[in-house]
């Protein structure tokens, strides 16, 4: 004989809300041998160099599917590689705040808040331009990044230095190059 409970269901129990267990721009207690302080200050680092490189993954997706021109095909395929290494950034860069007890921001408007990367226009842009873009984001996250890996290095925390510059750095240096080595003007053939 089996006895039924009136609680247990297989109707899912939609639509529920819940209380706010932990605010976004607070740690909990975690035993990494790092202060309160110095994992507060690594994630408000990585919580801002995490909002540039979403938006920069949304940039890099964009313009992967806005390429135009003679070197259409190379750029698409390019971009899109970069875009695949930058969401790999975006897990290891949340990854660490929630390591560190934090919260990663993850919502697109609270990104869209707090990113220090301008926003593009909703248009089609020359190629040139749109690489440009893609170099001045790379710029930003590589100063704050460089920023916080020196800090971070000063207060211990080891983990979230190699993070910014094995990763985020190393990263970022290389696409940049790629990126650059496009917008140097030498003509596809010469007369």
């Not at 705040?97 to 926003?119: N, W």
Request: proline share 5%; with cysteine.
């Amino acid at each position: 004989m089996t006895i039924s409970s009136p609680h247990l269901s297989s109707q899912p129990r939609l639509r529920q809300k819940g209380e706010i267990i932990q605010e976004f721009g607070t740690v909990k207690q975690f035993p990494l041998g790092l202060s309160y302080e110095t994992r507060m200050y690594s994630c408000q680092r990585l919580n801002q160099v995490l909002a540039d490189t979403q938006i920069l993954y949304g940039l890099y997706k964009k313009h992967h599917w806005l390429m135009r021109g003679a070197t259409f095909y190379q750029l698409h395929l390019v971009l899109d590689k970069h875009a695949g290494e930058q969401l790999g950034l975006v897990d290891a860069l949340a990854e660490r705040v929630q390591t560190l007890g934090g919260v990663a921001v993850g919502d697109p408007r609270h990104v869209a808040e707090i990113t220090s990367v301008p926003r593009p226009p909703d248009g089609v842009e020359e190629v040139p331009a749109m690489l440009s873009r893609l170099l001045a984001a790379h710029e930003t996250i590589l100063t704050e990044t460089h920023e916080a890996a020196a800090r971070v290095a000063e207060l211990g925390d080891d983990g979230t230095n190699d993070l910014l510059v094995s990763q985020v750095i190393r990263t970022g240096e290389l696409q940049a190059w790629f990126l650059a080595e496009h917008l140097v003007d030498t003509p596809l053939v010469r007369a």
